[in-house]
């Protein structure tokens, strides 16, 4: 069964710094595209950094601030989070699909594979 497992999420302090993990099952992560998404309460899912092989791509809003990994023996792509601001409160999500064109990295639609999302809420 094909699954991608999101985590790390929870409640942080301004300019914390947690990093998200996504796990995957049932296919190998390093054929696939993989985003991070999230949405914020009210507002359109937005995708916040891609990676495939040998590319990385950042949302202006996170540059700087967000640095997007994958480790290949664990099957699993990270999403280092930093200097968190309160605008950063959202469910984030990961996603993946085997064929995702670097035009298309930002259309939720385009993704085969979803997680289960995961709460980061930035307050003091």
């Keep these: 069964e094909v699954q991608l497992q999101a985590s790390g999420g929870g409640q942080v302090q301004?300019?914390?710094?947690?990093?998200?993990s996504?796990?995957?099952s049932g296919?190998?992560?390093d054929d696939y595209g993989?985003?991070?998404?999230?949405?914020?309460?009210?507002?359109?899912?937005?995708?916040?950094?891609?990676?495939?092989v040998g590319r990385k791509f950042y949302a202006d809003s996170v540059k700087g601030r967000f640095t997007i990994s994958r480790d290949n023996a664990k099957n699993t792509v990270y999403l280092?989070?930093?200097?968190?601001?309160?605008?950063?409160?959202?469910?984030?999500?990961?996603?993946?699909d085997p064929?995702?064109?670097?035009?298309?990295?930002?259309?939720?639609q385009q993704?085969?594979?979803?997680?289960?999302g995961t709460l980061?809420?930035?307050s003091s």
């Excluded at 301004?14 to 998200?20: A, D, E, N, Q, T």
């Excluded at 280092?80 to 993946?96: F, G, I, K, W």
């Excluded at 993704?111 to 289960?116: D, K, P």
Aim: proline content about 6%; overall charge positive; hydrophobic content about 40%.
């Design 14 to 20: 301004p300019g914390g710094s947690p990093r998200l």
């Design 22 to 24: 996504c796990a995957a």
């Design 27 to 29: 296919f190998a992560l």
């Design 34 to 52: 993989i985003s991070w998404f999230r949405q914020a309460p009210g507002k359109e899912r937005e995708g916040v950094s891609f990676i495939n």
């Design 80 to 96: 280092q989070m930093n200097s968190l601001r309160p605008e950063d409160t959202a469910v984030y999500y990961c996603a993946a």
């Design 99 to 108: 064929s995702i064109i670097l035009s298309s990295i930002r259309m939720s």
């Design 111 to 116: 993704y085969e594979y979803w997680g289960q």
């Design 120 to 122: 980061v809420t930035v």
